[in-house]
């Protein structure tokens, strides 16, 4: 299994950004996938998730109308698309799935929001 995240970067309050996650390894389209995050010195945490078939998303509560996650099964590819950030959404992003009973993630991609 394989995840490789991009599209990370500086950016300014207000803006926005579109990250990808390019997976390899596994039956992409047969898998929910999920983004999370890591701010320094804070755990982990979930970012969104969606389904195998991209019928169903859910967000955690912070996220919620700012950012979307979407997915292409032909391209074997996750998004995030993140609108009106704000400096407490700086962290490193990371794909993320679960398959065979084991998670696997990403190197992960940073997002910086400074002014």
């Known amino acids: 299994v394989r995840l490789v995240e991009s599209g990370g970067g500086l950016v300014q309050p207000g803006g926005s950004l579109r990250l990808s996650c390019a997976a390899s390894?596994?039956?992409?389209?047969?898998?929910?996938m999920s983004w999370y995050r890591q701010a320094p010195g804070k755990e982990r945490e979930l970012v969104a998730t969606?389904?195998?078939?991209?019928?169903?998303?859910n967000y955690a509560d912070s996220m919620k109308g700012r950012f979307t996650i979407s997915r292409d099964n032909a391209k074997n590819t996750v998004y995030l698309q993140m609108n009106s950030l704000k400096p407490e959404d700086t962290a490193v992003y990371y794909c993320?799935?679960?398959?065979?009973?084991?998670?696997?993630w990403g190197q992960g991609t940073q997002v910086t929001v400074s002014s």
């Open positions: 993320h799935v679960r398959s065979n009973w084991l998670n696997y």
């Open positions: 390894g596994f039956t992409f389209s047969r898998h929910d």
């Open positions: 969606i389904t195998f078939n991209g019928g169903n998303t």
